[in-house]
Each structure stands twice: as structure tokens, then as C-alpha cells.
């Protein structure tokens, strides 16, 4: 496999038409074009429709109900105060994160369409979501 083929798949960027190039150079067979894209609509699939979908929904809850019990009176300290800003933090990376959903969707209904509504959002969602932890570390 390639170095373009094994980013491809690992990390979900880009699109299959990548691969499919790949394959019309001669770099790779057809049939195993036809694993990785099964593969990659497959993964793409679970983690964008299920696993993400889990993740933000209950890590949202849990930072929101951590946040209104930390913006009580009672809790006010130095170290509750850095507590709140890390679960605001938290809370702007799980609600770009949870971007990728219906992206995903889309890409199961109308391709075209979430490939346009993909190319408008990542660079916002992508930025915002990898400067959220960095400040909170």
C-alpha cells in the first residue's frame, strides 16, 4: 500500500476518487481499491454516524450539567474556576466535533451536497476544534 492510500484510509481525508486515481495509474489493484474503499465508507460509517454521535451527546451533557453546578456561589476558588474554563474549553470542542455528524449524514443521502457543505465547514470546525484543547493545555 502507498503512503496516499494509508493516509487516505487512516485518517478519513480526502475522498475515494484519491484512491480510484490511484488505482487508474496502476499503483494498486482493483480489487484492492475495493477493500480500502469498503473499508473506508465502512469506518467512515460507524465513527461519523455512531461513535461520534455518542460521544459529543453525552460529553455535551455531562460538561453543561459540570458547568452549572461550578457557576454556583458555593464553588468559587481558584482551582473551580480553572475546572470551569477547561469544561467551556471541553464544550467548544465537543459541539465542532459533533459538526461531523450530520456531514456524515449527508454523505449516506447526497453526496455532491456534503461534499460542499465538508469543503465549507472543515477548515472552521478543524481549526476551532484542534485550538480548543491546545489552550486549555
Known amino acids: 500500500m502507498t503512503d496516499l492510500s494509508m493516509t487516505l484510509v487512516a485518517t478519513g481525508s480526502g475522498n475515494m476518487s484519491d484512491l480510484h486515481n490511484m488505482n487508474l495509474h496502476g499503483n494498486e489493484s482493483s480489487n484492492t481499491y475495493h477493500q480500502y474503499e469498503t473499508f473506508y465508507l465502512r469506518a467512515r460509517f460507524i465513527t461519523g454516524l455512531v461513535f461520534y454521535l455518542i460521544i459529543c451527546v453525552f460529553g455535551i451533557t455531562s460538561n453543561i450539567k459540570s458547568i452549572i453546578v461550578m457557576s454556583q456561589r458555593k464553588m468559587r476558588s481558584s482551582t473551580n474556576t480553572y475546572l470551569f474554563a477547561l469544561e467551556i474549553s471541553d464544550l467548544i470542542k465537543l459541539l465542532f466535533d459533533l459538526l461531523y455528524f450530520p456531514v456524515t ?5 447526497d453526496t455532491p451536497a456534503a461534499q460542499k457543505a465538508h469543503e465549507m465547514l472543515y477548515p472552521y470546525a478543524h481549526y476551532v ?9
Not at 449524514?105 to 443521502?109: C, G, H, R, V
Open 105 to 109: 449524514l449527508l454523505f449516506q443521502i
Open 129 to 137: 476544534s484542534n485550538a480548543s484543547p491546545c489552550i486549555s493545555a
